[in-house]
């Protein structure tokens, strides 16, 4: 099993960047697939962005070229840096883990999740 911790969430204007963490417990992080998803108030629970156990990203088209996603296998983290922030970012951020090196946009197919960090992009 995995347990993971997500921070780094915050309060940002428009046009502004944060940088979220997920840590990871555990000694086989290096094989697990994380994704990274959001919810936003009142609307489902929505694919972000990817990275494979071989560090191959992958990100929603609503966030391409504004987000990035890279992992430490060393520190057990995953981290999502997010730049030119718009109000629609806003969400709660969940970042999830499961075995495998294929590509997993699907909350179904994660079994691990976190607990989540709010995000706010004031306009």
């Known amino acids: 099993q995995v347990q993971l911790v997500e921070s780094g969430g915050g309060l940002v204007q428009a046009g502004g960047s944060l940088r979220l963490s997920c840590a990871a417990s555990g000694r086989t992080f290096s094989s697990y697939a994380i994704g990274w998803f959001r919810q936003a108030p009142g609307k489902e629970r929505d694919f972000v962005a990817h990275?494979?156990?071989?560090?191959?990203?992958y990100y929603a088209d609503s966030v391409k070229g504004r987000f990035t996603i890279s992992r430490d296998n060393a520190l057990n983290t995953v981290y999502l840096q997010m730049n030119s922030l718009t109000p629609e970012d806003t969400a709660v951020y969940y970042c999830a883990a499961r075995s495998g090196s294929s590509f997993y946009s699907r909350t179904s197919q994660y079994p691990y999740w976190g607990q989540g960090t709010q995000v706010t992009v004031s306009s």
């Open positions: 990275i494979s156990v071989s560090a191959r990203s």
